[in-house]
């Protein structure tokens, strides 16, 4: 399988320099991906003009979120349809920031990955523990819950991809051992097997939570994991470019 690199951008980047992150992402990459599928998520009044600028390369652009419904009364939402309208083939959902800063539910991620597939973007649905919850040994346990109550029938089979961010490696520096990423995501698959059978076997897992070049390596080595979904490091095309290049390393 592919891995798959994604940059969650968050709320960052105004027109020029977010034109000039995705330009040089795309300069750095060159004609091909090299074996490694390469994501951006603007926010979303960059959508476009990053979708324009990446046109022709091998690199894609995905939202951050999306509303469940297609159309309607939701002063401030944006729709699947409209993402997809923009040029974004992909969209996180579920993000821990979203669940924490909205009230996100687990029961909301899953119409929006509904709404997501409907409108035919591929969602990167993200769970995780908090540190309280690791330090209780209910890391797996919430996980589990969250995978159960975010992911709809059909997930596996529309290629849906799952990111694994513990709460507190995001944006703190931390990360967890390579070991408790390697549980984690084998206790993820074989959820994802139990539940979806042959596809739930062929689902990527990313790893998201402090990833920089200078742990990239080791990480993307660790057996499940399919990818890296990239905070702080993304807004640095030289180290977004390194983490890429770790991911052909790993697949080599
Ligand atoms: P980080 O964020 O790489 O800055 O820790 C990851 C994420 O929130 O997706």
Known sequence: MRPL???NWKMNGLGAEGLALASAV???LGEGGQGVEVLLCPPFTLIERVARAVAGSPIAVGGQDCHPKASGAHT??????MLKDAGATWVILGHSERRADHGETDALVRAKVEAALAAGLTPIVCVGETLAERDAGRAEAVVEAQLAGSLPEGFAAAKGVVAYEPVWAIGTGRTPSDADIGAMHAAIRALLATRFGEAGKAVRILYGGSVKAANAKPILAVPEVGGALVGGA???????LAIIAAARVAVA
């Open 234 to 240: 993304s807004l640095q095309a030289e180290e977004f």
């Open 5 to 7: 690199i994604a940059g």
């Open 26 to 28: 795309r300069k750095g």
């Open 76 to 81: 401030g939402d944006v729709s699947a349809p």
